[in-house]
Antibody, heavy 112, light 107 residues
Framework: QVQLQESGPGLVKPSETLSLTCNVSGDSISNYYWSWIRQPPGMGLEWIGYMSSNGRTTYNPSLQSRVTISVDTSKNQVSLKLSSVTAADTAIYYC??????WGQGTLVTVSS | DIEMTQSPSSLSASVGDRVTITCRASQSISTYLNWYQQKPGKAPKFLIYAASSLQSGVPSRFSGSRSGTDFTLTISNVQPEDFATYYCQQSYSAPLTFGGGTKVEIK
């Protein structure tokens, strides 16, 4: 069973770029679609985007201009970059192979 | 975007009750509908796929159904460990979208 673990800075300054990594274990990263989802504290879930097994990316139009999802097969890692962040980007960020496998999530706070 | 409208936003139930949560899609999504359970501080847990198929390991008291663009999650004989927030999610088309959630609390 594939397992996922997100990591990255817990605090990012406004206007900077949020960068997170998802370490994948238990299977080849090439076998899956990789999604990122976020959840502001106390609120609902928002899909950020995914990368397919053939490397094609699809992003939520609400974030498309600021998001990049990539995969490093040599490290078995999935990455998320979100540029020009504001306080509204404060959330728990999850990587997942939707619908079945989710990481534990990592809280990112945007604050100066 | 396909909007997923979940109702109610919260409900109270007693152990042993039957609980029903509804999710309505803003357009046809066939059976491309998943249900999740989320407990505080935890990632969502996958319960049901294709509107009515139970994920392996999920208790049979959970069930899902579809009528057109209306989807229902039913928990029969609700147990203490079932008190949580439930989300629907459509996988018919990007952007993937979630319902707003239904919090099931103990009465």
């Amino acid at each position: 069973q594939v397992q996922l673990q997100e990591s990255g800075p817990g605090l990012v300054k406004p206007s900077e770029t949020l960068s997170l990594t998802c370490n994948v274990s238990g299977d080849s990263i090439s076998n899956y679609y990789w999604s990122w989802i976020r959840q502001p504290p106390g609120m609902g879930l928002e899909w950020i985007g995914y990368m397919s097994s053939n490397g094609r990316t699809t992003y939520n139009p609400s974030l498309q201009s600021r998001v990049t999802i990539s995969v490093d097969t040599s490290k078995n890692q999935v990455s998320l970059k979100l540029s020009s962040v504001t306080a509204a980007d404060t959330a728990i960020y999850y990587c997942a192979t939707l619908p079945s496998v989710w990481g534990q999530g990592t809280l990112v706070t945007v604050s100066s | 975007d396909i909007e997923m409208t979940q109702s109610p936003s919260s409900l109270s139930a007693s152990v042993g009750d039957r609980v029903t949560i509804t999710c309505r899609a803003s357009q046809s999504i066939s059976t491309y509908l998943n249900w999740y359970q989320q407990k505080p501080g935890k990632a969502p847990k996958f319960l049901i796929y294709a509107a009515s198929s139970l994920q392996s390991g999920v208790p049979s008291r959970f069930s899902g159904s579809r009528s057109g663009t209306d989807f229902t999650l039913t928990i029969s004989n609700v147990q203490p460990e079932d008190f949580a927030t439930y989300y629907c999610q459509q996988s018919y088309s990007a952007p993937l979208t979630f319902g707003g959630g239904t919090k099931v609390e103990i009465k």
